[in-house]
């Protein structure tokens, strides 16, 4: 590998033993992690630092890998478990780790990891899967979820240094990479800098395009700002077939609202998630994601997307042709767009479809992330 200051050069028949690549938590597969399983073919013999590895959560992803976990992965299981109350510990372990040996780092970032201290000669590239949702656009509403009032004032203190903190550590890459035009303006109001557009990649590798079809498919992480409870609601009240897929702390939740018509799986493997999305009328999209992978996804297979029209979700759907978008995540509004696109579900061209996912190819991805090295 030949590096200097201002240059760096990857070559794929060179040694990459200089490149490391680091990431905020390996905790629970999502779409963050198939960025970063993109990264590991790209750089094979890089290492992955990260705050915390739980291996059985993931599923043996990356068991293959030489894992490097911070001092915070020694600390008792209990408190790892509920490992939101490290929080005011994140940044401190991020900053902890030696990176001397290496001459690139990349960072996989949708907090912390950009944080990263590195020397004068070693350049460091952000992959910016979004700013803080917490401590930026979403501070208010964070804030009001909170069922505790009396400690409003304390988070409100942490969330304001975390602010600050997460603004300093977005200064400190040499370049930032954003993985959509949205994150791209986030970025630009929140930490004052310019960034290049790499979109993730969508690898399911999908032959077949079935033509008998039946129901809908929601496949996220099972979390709050997901909005996943909307389409179980609405799918209630229009009595029609639904299967959700994924885990997180809503899981329970959803189980007590989910009617005779609502399926909730929880974790599948990916061979049955590919079969989920050959199978759905359409993948519903209901949340504001900084880009959104399981919807390149489900274009892989052919089937459309009912998207929110915000987010990564507008950048995605083109409406009519790949699916549908509706403007804010309300009953009435995800109602409608179901109704228009069953109204003209048979006009969809399923060829098409997956023709659109191609501009989303894991050679894209390398050859774009290749070029800006």
């Known amino acids: 590998m030949a590096v200097d200051k201002n240059n760096i050069q990857i070559d794929k028949n060179q040694n990459q033993s200089k490149v490391a690549l680091v990431h905020d938590f390996l905790l629970y597969p999502g779409g963050a992690e198939k960025v970063l399983a993109d990264l590991t073919k790209i750089f094979p013999k890089a290492p992955i630092y990260t705050l915390l590895y739980n291996k059985d959560q993931m599923k043996g992803q ?11 992965q020694k600390w008792p299981n209990w408190l790892k478990k509920r490992h939101k109350l490290l929080i005011p510990f994140f940044g401190t372990a991020m900053e902890s780790f030696d990176l001397r040996e290496f001459d690139l780092v990349i960072s996989s970032s949708g907090a912390w990891s950009k944080g990263i201290v590195t020397r004068l000669n070693t350049r460091h590239i952000a992959y910016i899967h979004s700013p803080m949702r917490y401590v930026w656009d979403e501070n208010e509403h964070y804030l009001k979820k909170i069922v505790n009032k009396k400690n409003h004032f304390c988070i409100r203190l942490l969330l304001s240094y975390l602010r600050v903190w997460d603004y300093q550590a977005a200064q400190r890459p040499d370049i930032l990479i954003a993985n959509s035009k949205y994150t791209k303006e986030r970025i630009e109001k929140y930490y004052r ?3 290049s557009v790499i979109c993730p990649a969508a690898t399911l590798n999908v032959d077949d395009i079935n ?3 039946d129901g809908f498919v929601v496949i996220s992480r099972l979390s709050k700002y997901k909005n996943v409870a909307l389409t179980v609601e609405v799918c209630n009240k229009l009595q029609l077939p639904l299967t959700v897929i994924g885990e997180g702390n809503e899981l329970m939740t959803l189980t007590k609202i989910a009617g005779k018509t609502i399926k909730i799986l929880g974790y599948i493997s990916e061979k049955e998630k590919i079969k989920y999305l050959q199978r759905a009328e359409a993948l519903l999209f209901p949340t504001e994601d900084d880009f959104g992978i399981v919807c390149i996804e489900a274009m892989q297979t052919g089937t459309p997307v009912i998207a929110l029209n915000r987010g990564g979700g507008r950048e995605i759907v083109i409406p009519g042709i790949t699916g549908e978008l509706f403007d804010a995540p309300t009953v009435e509004m995800l109602a409608d767009a179901i109704r228009r696109f069953l109204e ?4 969809y061209d ?5 023709a659109e996912s191609q501009k989303y190819t894991f050679n894209r ?3 774009q992330f290749r070029e800006l090295i």
């Open 344 to 347: 003209k579900k048979d006009t």
């Open 211 to 213: 033509k008998d079809r």
């Open 350 to 354: 399923r060829c098409i479809i997956k």
């Open 365 to 367: 991805f390398e050859k």
């Open 193 to 195: 800098r310019k960034s």
């Open 62 to 72: 990356f068991s293959n890998k030489n894992i490097r976990t911070s001092f915070l």
